[in-house]
């Protein structure tokens, strides 16, 4: 096993320890970790960091995620906007 997994974000190839979230990855892939955007515009990162307060929501692979819940696999895509 791999100590460190392979991920692209947004289209950027992201190398986090293995067995870590995708907010984590969130955050070291730069930037304040933002996981979308509001309605009204302004940029929205994890703040729970336990999936209630919803924050976090992400594509991955295609399908709506909580990046606080969901843990990184080799070759995930995550994708931060629509």
């Not at 940029?43 to 999936?51: H, Q, T």
């Amino acid at each position: 096993m791999s100590a460190h997994t392979l991920l692209h974000i947004d289209g950027h190839l992201v190398r986090v320890k293995t067995g870590s979230s995708v907010a984590a990855a969130l955050r070291v892939a730069g930037g304040m970790g933002v996981a979308r955007t509001s309605v009204t515009g302004q940029p929205r990162a994890p703040f729970c960091g336990m999936g209630v307060c919803q924050e976090c929501r992400v594509w991955v692979d295609g399908r709506r995620r909580l990046a606080c819940q969901t843990v990184c696999a080799e070759g995930m895509r995550v994708e931060t906007t629509e």
